[in-house]
């Protein structure tokens, strides 16, 4: 999904969208213990970017979008 989104040069998305893309329940235990931890260790991994506070796309490089 945020291939796609990025495909589409939408914006980085936030933790409540990536969340409805995944199907994951809307509660704020699931939103913060589930799909915001997640985004961070991807963030801390290189295989998204955390653009703004809550905020996140995939990444350029190797680990994100090819530069091919």
């Keep these: 999904m945020l291939a796609d989104a990025r495909r589409h040069d939408q914006p980085p998305m ?6 409805i ?6 509660t704020p235990s699931k939103i913060e213990g589930v799909v915001r ?8 991994r290189g295989w998204v970017t955390q653009t703004e506070a809550g905020r996140f796309m995939l990444a350029d490089g190797p ?3 090819s530069s091919a």
Excluded: N
Excluded at 21 to 26: K, P, R, S, T, V
Excluded at 37 to 44: P, Q, V
């Design 14 to 19: 936030t933790c409540k969208q990536i969340a």
């Design 21 to 26: 893309a995944m199907g994951i329940e809307l």
């Design 37 to 44: 931890s997640r985004a961070r260790r991807l963030a801390d």
């Design 63 to 65: 680990a994100g979008v």
